[in-house]
């Protein structure tokens, strides 16, 4: 069985709209996005992306229109961004800033975003008490974060199934749900840490869900088809259901929450 927790971004076939590593977590910003706009009465939405990388999210919402600055640390993936952003005509609706979430405030407006995507940066930061206050600041009152997260309990998993057993015992009892020095995560969370630190952010909750249940753990030739992926795409979306799949959620690898700011 494939050790997923070794694996945290490996690619999968497809973009972020499809594949089934992130068609999840496509679909949930996606529908958010929806309600913004009906809430709002504003087609177009202004769109912070926090450590978005060569711009998948991105670009994919700046198809739809939307006004999208991604701060990002990395150099090489900001120049893969705008490559991106320019093969997919959208140049005009993509920014691109060099910073990390302890300068955010130095790069972004206050209250300057209808959504914030925070996916796979918390992880990283070395406080993200303080990086999710910079993600709040620069959000609109009623405006929605959108948190992603690596959850410990795969990982406590995922090491016992590989037969490492004193390195999932390990992840266990790590303040951080590290599994050992060679752990290439940071930082690992529990749901109801992560949602505690949301709540003393000033952010209220709206829809958890887990990610990566499966999708990790089949083998590549299995998802030669469309109706194969199509397949596992749609076990992934019931299984990953926080209200009604709860004992599911808590192995997924990953935890995504959709939270408003107060």
């Not at 993600?135 to 009152?141: C, F, K, L, S, W």
């Not at 948190?147 to 266990?172: D, H, K």
């Amino acid at each position: 069985m494939p050790d997923r927790a070794e694996h945290p971004r490996r690619p999968r076939r497809g973009d972020v709209t499809t594949a089934p590593r992130t068609a999840g977590v496509w679909e949930a910003v996606q529908r958010c996005v929806d309600e913004l706009r009906e809430r709002t009465g504003r087609e177009h939405l202004d769109v912070l992306d926090l450590g978005g990388g060569t711009g998948g999210m991105a670009v994919a919402l700046a198809a739809q229109g939307h006004r999208t600055l991604v701060v990002d640390p990395s150099p090489d993936a900001l120049a893969a961004l705008e490559r991106r952003a320019a093969e997919a005509g959208v140049a005009d609706h993509v920014r691109s800033v060099q910073a990390d979430a302890a300068t955010l405030g130095d790069v972004v407006p206050e209250a300057g975003a209808d959504l914030v995507c925070c996916h796979e940066v918390l992880e990283y930061v070395d406080d993200p008490a303080e990086a999710l206050a910079e993600v709040v600041r620069a959000v609109r009152p009623r405006g929605v974060v959108s948190i992603l997260v690596a959850q410990r309990s795969a990982a406590v998993v995922a090491r016992a199934l590989a037969g490492r057993f004193s390195e999932a015992a390990q992840a266990l009892d790590d303040p951080d749900g590290r599994w050992g020095a060679a752990d290439p995560l940071p930082r690992r969370f529990d749901a109801p840490a992560l949602l505690a630190l949301l709540g003393g952010a000033g952010l209220d909750v709206r829809q958890v869900h887990g990610v990566r249940l499966f999708s990790d753990l089949v083998p590549e030739v299995l998802l030669e088809g469309d109706e194969s992926r199509a397949a596992l795409l749609a076990l992934e979306r019931l299984a990953g259901d926080g209200t009604s799949q709860a004992g599911l959620v808590a192995l997924a690898t990953q935890l995504h929450v959709l939270a408003e700011r107060r």
